[in-house]
């Protein structure tokens, strides 16, 4: 009995979770692997969708940050696309305020621009990136300190 106890709360808090999160499970891209690179801080998964070649020189990524993940400030020397899936996440260029992003919303990052993006403190944020290999790799800087992330929420 007192193990049917535990597994329902057990179940609860798992469903309770997930509404808390506010993502879906049946999204387009399944969110691949965990990353293990020291330039995300928190948690987050990467299904690289498409690797860039030598004719389409375009890498395309599906990012799912758990809440309060975010990446190191960094900038791409030829500019990022990110397409915003679900949930609700930050993009912060140097020098401007955060932008909110929610499904459906778009962002033109230009070439060589510092910036981050990650999910909002407790919901989960989902985007495809697009990103420009043509130019050279992705230069990453520093943390996205928490005075900086909690700043103007
Ligand atoms: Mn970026």
Redesign the pocket.
Known sequence: MKNIIITAMAVALLFGCKEQTGVKEDLIFSKGEKITSDNFTGIAWLNNLVQADSINQNAVGSVTFEPGAR?KW?S?PAG?IILALDGLGYYQEKGSSKVILKKGDVVK?PPNTP?W?GASADTTFVQV?ITGREKGETVWLEEVADEEYYSGI
Do not use: R, V
Request: glycine share 0%.
């Open positions: 990446t960094h791409h990022q990052c910036h993006h990136a």
